[in-house]
């Protein structure tokens, strides 16, 4: 029997969808679909540009098509450069003398005040020279003993001398007294060297200096019991002026500084601070050691100073800057030109026509802030010194100013220095008329 067809089963007009959640996925996809597109147009944007930047900075010469870069131009000159060498350096005395009592006894008077300047000879300090008087009095007394003993030694030689002519006494008796003035005159000889002595041992009771220079702090306070013994001394006393500087410097120098000073050449020596910012004096390199050190290579030299204004002392840091030659009446420029690439080093040189082109140069030594060029560029050339980073072959300029004065560099502008004065002169009459009024305003 046949059963009736039932009609199938319709989907109610809502019902909660589970798929909900992926409705939100399907937004957060379209979402990175349309970043990405507006990125990879970004990308495309900007890579179609990079070509005019890299072939000119756009056909106007500047950034992205803009106007001519502003630049610093230099004169290329003439002059003196120097071969330097630095290194650094300690400050050493040439005498520094530890002053030490010869003789013992009592500190009774300190005359030096702590950071004198003393001359050779000048008193520092007395001890106790009464025990040295005594001793020097005691002394004499016993050479005037023995000399009168001399003289009755050699009055009775002379009377049997003369009795030894007659054989009216031995010979014996004459050699004996022979040999006892002779003994006595050794006595003498002894006692005078004594009294010498004591002289010497009572001079030492003033102690005095033994060269000129800076007292510095007193090791010994006045009373105290002194003696040839202690270690530390009384004072010390340090030379200033004259006063010299060891430094180092690497062995490969050695034969270029050595033939210079066999030659007769006076190299001038200048120290500087700590920073190297500073002059602290002027010398002169006087010699350099017998051997080269093993483990480092290097060489010692000492170059000494004046030190008029005591800028120099003892111990002190410094860096040395040795002057070893001079290249003379050469092609000189500042180091703030020099550029390097894939030409190698070179420098942009100015144009007439207000352009700049690649230069290739070759340079020499450098001093401070000025260098050497050795081929490249003549005297009168004018290279860019600064807003050179962004410039290219051919590309247009505007003088800013001129290294070393603004009055000629300013005009030296050709046809875009016309062009940004007349744009100024346009943009003046702009604001002229802007201030004028216009029809149905009241003037004021």
């Known amino acids: 029997m046949d059963q009736p067809l039932k009609p199938p089963k319709q989907a109610p007009a809502y019902e909660p969808s589970p798929t909900k959640p992926r409705s939100g996925g399907r937004?957060?996809?379209?979402?990175?679909?349309?970043?990405?597109?507006?990125?990879g147009i970004v990308w495309w944007t900007r890579h179609q540009a990079a070509p005019e930047e890299q072939t000119g900075r756009g056909r106007g010469g500047g950034r992205f098509g803009g106007g001519p870069m502003s630049i610093v131009p230099e004169t290329v000159g003439k002059g003196d450069i120097g071969i330097n060498l630095n290194a650094l350096g300690t400050v050493t005395s040439l005498a520094t003398v530890t002053v030490r009592t010869q003789i013992s006894g009592y500190l009774i008077k300190v005359v030096f005040k702590e950071g004198d300047e003393v001359k050779k000879g000048d008193l520092l300090a007395e001890i106790d020279s009464r025990p040295y008087e005594a001793a020097l009095a005691q002394q004499r007394g016993q050479l005037a003993r023995d000399e009168a003993q001399l003289k009755g030694a050699q009055v009775d030689l002379a009377r049997y001398q003369g009795l030894a002519a007659q054989n009216a006494v031995p010979h014996q008796q004459l050699d004996t007294q022979t040999a006892l003035v002779g003994q006595v005159q050794g006595t003498v000889e002894a006692d005078r060297a004594m009294v010498k002595a004591a002289e010497v041992n009572l001079a030492y009771t003033k102690i005095v200096s033994p060269l000129d220079g800076r007292v510095g702090l007193?090791?010994?306070?006045?009373?105290?019991?002194?003696?040839?013994?202690?270690?530390?001394?009384?004072?010390?006393?340090?030379?200033?002026?004259?006063?010299?500087?060891?430094?180092?410097?690497?062995?490969?120098?050695?034969?270029?500084?050595?033939?210079?000073?066999?030659?007769?050449?006076t190299l001038p020596v200048a120290a500087l601070d700590r920073s190297g910012a500073s002059k602290l004096a002027d010398g002169t390199l006087t010699t350099f050691d017998s051997q080269i050190d093993p483990t480092t290579g290097t060489i010692k030299l000492r170059a000494q100073f004046a030190n008029d204004t005591r800028t120099l002392y003892p111990n002190q840091f410094v860096n040395i800057r040795l002057?070893?030659?001079?290249?003379?009446?050469?092609?000189?420029?500042?180091?703030?030109?020099?550029?390097?690439?894939?030409?190698?080093?070179?420098?942009?040189?100015?144009?007439?026509?207000?352009?700049?082109?690649?230069?290739?140069?070759k340079l020499g030594v450098t001093e401070g802030n000025r260098v050497e060029v050795l081929s490249g560029l003549q005297p009168g050339d004018r290279i860019v010194i600064d807003g050179a980073d962004k410039l290219r072959e051919d590309a247009k300029v505007i003088v800013r100013a001129e290294a070393g004065g603004t009055g000629p560099a300013a005009g030296a502008a050709a046809p875009d220095g016309d062009k940004a004065g007349g744009g100024r002169k346009r943009q003046k009459q702009g604001d002229q008329k802007q201030g004028q009024s216009k029809p149905g305003e009241s003037k004021q």
Do not use: C, W
């Open 323 to 361: 002057l070893l030659d001079t290249h003379k009446d050469v092609v000189t420029m500042s180091t703030a030109g020099i550029q390097r690439g894939v030409p190698g080093t070179f420098v942009y040189l100015l144009k007439e026509d207000s352009t700049v082109t690649v230069r290739p140069v």
């Open 218 to 265: 007193r090791l010994v306070d006045q009373g105290n019991y002194v003696t040839p013994g202690d270690a530390n001394g009384l004072v010390v006393i340090t030379q200033l002026q004259p006063i010299s500087v060891l430094f180092t410097v690497p062995e490969d120098n050695l034969q270029a500084i050595s033939k210079r000073l066999q030659a007769g050449a």
């Open 27 to 39: 937004v957060v996809v379209a979402s990175l679909v349309v970043l990405l597109l507006v990125a």
